[in-house]
């Protein structure tokens, strides 16, 4: 049985929950009450020193963060949500990298300030934000997905905190190869929304 270590609010907890139900495999949610400090408390610390969410036990198995939870779910259970080979795991890995430092010092950021008022550059962080769109967009204007010619985790480690953008009242709207991609992964078998994320689309 996996178990995740998880909140409903989060963009991070929700990209293991779209690879989880887009691979069919159930798993058992553990409420973590991160905006009040659950984190902080001995259980959970014991589970991950970081004080972190996501976490993901499988059996025995421990690990944390998303884009490690991504990799390790989709090699275990979905292979092709993986790279297939050296050059497709190097292509992935870049989106994977991506998501934790480019968008997670931008667009996450913003959105927790608005969300939680967590006192930050919002400033700065609403400009890297722009900057990120700007490079998803020009990126996709080519192509469908963000690696490999195929959904991938690449996708799945990109998307929430991309969907969630307004939210960090960054303008979305103005993106039209982003929104198309959006619409793409709304669409995919399994795709499931969270509160700020468009619903399912119908399937192509
Ligand atoms: N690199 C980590 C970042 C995880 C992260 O930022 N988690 C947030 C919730 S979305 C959290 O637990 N924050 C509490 C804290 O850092 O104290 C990942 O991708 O999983």
Known sequence: ????????????????????????????SVFVDVPNGANRQDWFSSVNALEQIPVLKDADY?????????????????????????????EIAQWLSFSANEIGNSLQPARVYYLLGEEIDIDLAQRKGMR??????????????????????????????????????????????????IGRITALSGYVAMSGLPGAATRR
């Open 132 to 181: 990120v769109l700007e490079q998803l967009d020009r990126h996709l204007e080519s192509r469908e997905w963000l690696a490999c010619g195929r959904p991938t985790i690449a996708d799945l480690a990109c998307f929430p905190y991309v969907g969630l953008c307004r939210e960090g009242r960054l303008p979305l709207d103005d993106f039209a190869s982003v929104l198309a991609w």
């Open 62 to 90: 421990v690990v944390r963060d998303s884009q490690a939870i991504l990799l390790y779910l989709a090699q275990r259970y979905g292979p092709a949500w993986a790279g297939s080979n050296a050059f497709e795991a190097g």
């Open 1 to 28: 049985m996996l178990t995740l270590y998880d909140h409903p609010l989060s963009g991070n907890c929700h990209k293991v929950r779209l690879l989880l139900s887009m691979l069919g495999r159930p798993y058992e």
